[in-house]
């Protein structure tokens, strides 16, 4: 299977900062990477597919970058809704991981 | 608009089995598959499986092959998610989503908690 490492597990930031969380791919996936969202209590949404491509209805605030085994995910500038939990994705392979997932706090 | 709705908490004993649904609305049926994922309390999420629409192809998780199967039922629009021998670290919420081989998951159901306890 290929695995999937987020850094860092946990980010403490204040609103209006500038966000990036990073995901390694254990093999390269091309842009076969997906972002979720998940609050506490509900089911995770999709942010952005195919490492860049945002999601009708996403702010612009969010993007993605990266190809092959290094991707991000930036939120320009913070806001309270935002404090949650990311996931990344891939679906290069027959059989779809998660990467373990960053909370990001309020700090 | 596209809806995903599961069925209702499960309270089960280990050895026992479960069966989820998955009703869905607002688009195509037969265009996408659905995909399980589960979250065990606290932790991330772990893909479970998914099945095509018309039950023609199928992927299981090693963690849960031979315990788990999945089926549609196309007549009315439903998903279902059978996992046998439940053991405590089944304990988790059972989404499905829309999705299946070489996809994302765009739209997700609302959750079922399924606790496994003696």
């Known amino acids: 299977d290929i695995q999937l490492t987020q850094s860092p597990s946990t980010l403490s930031a204040s609103v209006g900062d500038r966000v990036t969380i990073t995901c390694r791919a254990s093999?390269?996936?091309?842009?076969?990477l997906a972002w979720y969202q998940q609050k506490p209590g509900k089911a995770p949404e999709l942010l952005i597919s195919k490492a860049s491509s945002l999601e009708s209805g996403v702010p612009s605030r969010f993007s993605g970058s990266g190809s092959g085994t290094e991707f991000t995910l930036t939120i320009s500038s913070l806001q309270p809704d935002d404090f949650a939990t990311y996931y990344c994705?891939?679906?290069?392979?027959?059989?779809?991981?998660f990467g373990q997932g960053t909370k990001v706090e309020i700090k | 608009q596209v809806h995903l709705v599961q069925s209702g908490a499960e309270v089960k004993k280990p050895g026992a089995s479960v069966k989820v649904s998955c009703r869905t609305s607002g688009y195509t049926f037969s265009t996408y598959g659905i995909t399980w994922v589960r979250q065990a309390p606290g932790q991330g999420l772990e893909w479970m499986g998914w099945?095509?629409?018309?039950?023609?192809?199928?992927n299981y998780a090693q963690t849960v092959r031979g315990r788990v199967t999945m089926t549609t039922d196309t007549s009315t629009r439903t998903a279902y998610m059978e996992l046998r021998g439940l053991r405590s670290n089944d304990t988790a919420v059972y989404y499905c989503?829309?999705?299946?081989?070489?996809?994302?998951?765009?739209?997700w159901g609302q959750g079922t908690l399924v606790t496994v306890s003696s």
């Open positions: 994705q891939q679906y290069k392979s027959y059989f779809p991981t």
């Open positions: 099945i095509t629409a018309d039950n023609a192809n199928s």
């Open positions: 989503a829309r999705g299946s081989g070489y996809q994302t998951f765009d739209y």
């Open positions: 093999q390269s996936i091309s842009s076969w």
